[in-house]
C-alpha cells in the first residue's frame, strides 16, 4: 500500500491551492485519510483528517479557509486550502489509516511530503 500525494507549489497570500493523496495496493479499506504539516522548525501538526462516515477533524483556525473531502470510489482524498498565508507554509504529509485485509489490523501510512510556499 502507498500514499501518492500531488498538488502543493508556491502561490501569494490570499490564494488557493488544491491537494490530493490518493491510497493505492491491494486488499485494504479505508479508516480516515488526512493531512498533517511541518513548517521549519515547527513540529508536525493536524491540518484536516476525515473518517469513514464522514468525520472531520481540523486543525486549529484551520476550519473555514480548509476543506478537506473524499476519500472518494478511487480512495482519494482532496485538501482544499483557500486564503493561504504566509504562515501556512509548510511540508504537507498525507497521512490515512487503513484496516489491512492480510493482516486483519490497522496500520497507519503517511507518504511523501508535498512542499506549500505561501509568499506575502
Known amino acids: 500500500v502507498q500514499l501518492q500525494a500531488s498538488g502543493g507549489g508556491s502561490v501569494q497570500a490570499g490564494g488557493s491551492l488544491e491537494l490530493s493523496c490518493a491510497a493505492t495496493?491491494?486488499?485494504?479499506?479505508?479508516?480516515?485519510m488526512g493531512w498533517y504539516r511541518q513548517a521549519p522548525g515547527k513540529q508536525r501538526e493536524l491540518v484536516a483528517v476525515?473518517?469513514?462516515?464522514?468525520?472531520?477533524n481540523y486543525g486549529d483556525s484551520l476550519k473555514g479557509r480548509f476543506i478537506i473531502s473524499g476519500p472518494n470510489a478511487k480512495d482519494t482524498v482532496y485538501l482544499q486550502m483557500m486564503s493561504l498565508k504566509p504562515e501556512d507554509t509548510a511540508v504537507y504529509y498525507c497521512?490515512?489509516?487503513?484496516?489491512?485485509?492480510?493482516?486483519?489490523?490497522?496500520?497507519?501510512?503517511w507518504g511523501q511530503g508535498t512542499l506549500v510556499t505561501v509568499s506575502s
Open positions: 495496493g491491494n486488499a485494504f479499506s479505508i479508516n480516515h
Open positions: 476525515v473518517y469513514i462516515g464522514g468525520h472531520t
Open positions: 497521512t490515512a489509516g487503513l484496516y489491512l485485509v492480510e493482516t486483519d489490523s490497522l496500520r497507519n501510512y
